[in-house]
DNA sequence: CATCAGGGCCCTG
DNA sequence: CAGGGCCCTGAT
C-alpha cells in the first residue's frame, strides 16, 4: 500500500450555475453506491480529481439557494496551483456538476403534472452529474455489469488500491482513480487477480485507447446524441445499457431513456404503475408520451426521489429489487 | 451440497 | 437475431 499524499495547498473560486439548481440533489445521488473516492454530508460535497496529469481535492460548498444558487469549491493539491491551471480547470467543474444546462422550461412545463408534480416540489432543480471524466465513467460502468452493488464496490476499490492513489485534505482520506496509461501498461492478467473477470480485457483494451487517445471526451461531450451514442457502442465493453448511462448522466441528453434494465422495470413498473411488473416497451412509450423530450429526466427525478425516501425510511418493495 | 441467474456484452452460427 | 460463455456471488 502506498503512503498517502497530504495536499496541503488550497485555492478557492466561486461557481454561480443557472437556477434553478438544487445543490444536494444534483451532487448526491441516493441510488448510486458510495466509493472512496468522494463523500457526501448535506450542503458539503468532497472528490478527488485528476486534471492535466494532477492530483487534486475539490470541496464543494452550497452557498447559496435553489433559485440563487452559488456553490464554493475549494481546491487542494500538492503544490500551488497557478492562475492559468485555474482557469482552465474552472469550465470542467462547471461541466462535471452540470451548472450551466438550462432546465427552467422542465420546471415550469410539469409543475402541474399529476406525477411529477410532488417530485418537482421535493427536488426542484435536481440535475443528472457527471463528476468523473469519461473514462472513470466508463470504468465504474464496466464494473456494475452483471454484478450486486457488494462485488462492484469490491472491484473498483481493488482498482483503487493497485493503480489509484491516497490523498489527505480538508480531514479527510480518499481514493483518486489513475492515468488510463498506468493501467494500459499493465497486463490482463494483473487485471484479473482484482477479481474482474471477463471485465478485465475490457478496462485493459479501454485503458490502451484512452492511453492512445483515441476517444474525446470533449468532442463527444458536444455531439447530437444518436451521434455519441454510435461512438460509445463502439467502444468495446460497452453496449446499450451502458451508453444509456453515459448519454444521460455523462453528457446530460435528458431524453436519453431508450433502455431499462430488468431491475429498474421492475421499480419503474411499481413507481409508475404501481404494478408488479409492466413490458419494458410500455414504460418506454408510457414516458415518451407524458414527458417527451424531458422523459429521462422526469424519470430521474421520480428514481432518486424514491432513494432519498429510503434513506429515512425502510421500503419493503424497493429493499427485494436492490441486489445488495 | 449443487445449480443457476444476474445492475451486459461479445461472438458465433 | 438467438443463444452460449464469461467471473463471481448470493439465492434456492
Same mark, same amino acid.
Given at each position: ?23 444536494? !440533489?444534483?451532487? /448526491? ?17 468532497? +472528490? ?40 482552465? +480547470? ?57 454484478a450486486t452493488v457488494r462485488r462492484t464496490?469490491? @472491484? ?6 493497485k493503480y489509484g ?17 498506468? +493501467? !494500459? ?12 473477470? /471477463?471485465?478485465?480485457? @475490457? ?11 483515441? +476517444? ?6 458536444? @455531439? ?11 467502444? /468495446?465493453? !460497452?453496449?446499450? !445499457? ?53 422523459? @429521462? ?28
Open positions: 500500500m502506498k503512503k498517502e499524499e497530504f495536499l496541503s495547498s488550497k485555492q478557492a473560486i466561486e461557481i454561480f450555475p443557472r437556477p434553478p439548481y438544487n445543490f444536494n !440533489a444534483t451532487v /448526491y445521488k441516493p441510488s448510486h453506491y458510495s466509493s472512496s473516492d468522494n463523500y457526501y454530508e448535506k450542503n458539503k460535497y468532497w +472528490i478527488t480529481m485528476l486534471w492535466e496529469g494532477k492530483k487534486l481535492g475539490l470541496k464543494l460548498e452550497d452557498k447559496g439557494s435553489i433559485n440563487k444558487p452559488k456553490i464554493k469549491v475549494t481546491i487542494f493539491s500538492k503544490q500551488r496551483l497557478n492562475k492559468g491551471f485555474l482557469k482552465s +480547470i474552472k469550465p470542467e467543474i462547471e461541466y462535471r456538476f452540470n451548472t450551466n444546462s438550462d432546465i427552467s422550461e422542465f420546471i415550469k412545463k410539469f409543475k402541474n403534472d399529476t406525477i411529477l408534480k410532488k417530485v418537482l416540489k421535493k427536488w426542484k432543480g435536481m440535475k443528472p452529474v457527471c463528476a468523473n471524466s469519461l473514462y472513470e465513467s466508463l470504468i465504474i460502468l464496466f464494473v456494475l455489469q452483471n464496490v469490491q @472491484m473498483l476499490e481493488n482498482l483503487f488500491k492513489e491516497k490523498v489527505r485534505f480538508d480531514n479527510k482520506e480518499l481514493s483518486t482513480f489513475w492515468l488510463p496509461q498506468k +493501467i !494500459a501498461d499493465s497486463s490482463e492478467e494483473e487485471l484479473r487477480a482484482l477479481k474482474l473477470g /471477463y471485465r478485465a480485457k @475490457m478496462i485493459l483494451r479501454l485503458s490502451k485507447q484512452f492511453a492512445n487517445k483515441e +476517444i474525446d471526451e470533449f468532442k463527444l461531450r458536444k @455531439m447530437p446524441k444518436e451521434q455519441a451514442k454510435k461512438e460509445i457502442l463502439k467502444i /468495446y465493453g !460497452a453496449g446499450p !445499457a451502458t451508453a444509456w448511462y453515459v448519454l444521460f448522466e455523462d453528457f446530460y441528453h435528458y431524453d436519453a431513456f431508450e433502455h431499462v434494465s430488468p431491475w429498474e422495470q421492475k421499480i419503474y413498473s411499481k413507481l409508475l404503475f404501481n404494478k408488479k411488473l409492466v413490458p419494458a416497451r410500455k414504460i418506454l412509450k408510457f414516458v415518451d408520451h407524458k414527458w417527451g423530450k424531458w422523459k @429521462m429526466l422526469a424519470s430521474h427525478y421520480i428514481w432518486e426521489d424514491i432513494f432519498w425516501q429510503r434513506k429515512n425510511k425502510k421500503i419493503d418493495w424497493l429493499e427485494k429489487e436492490i441486489r445488495l
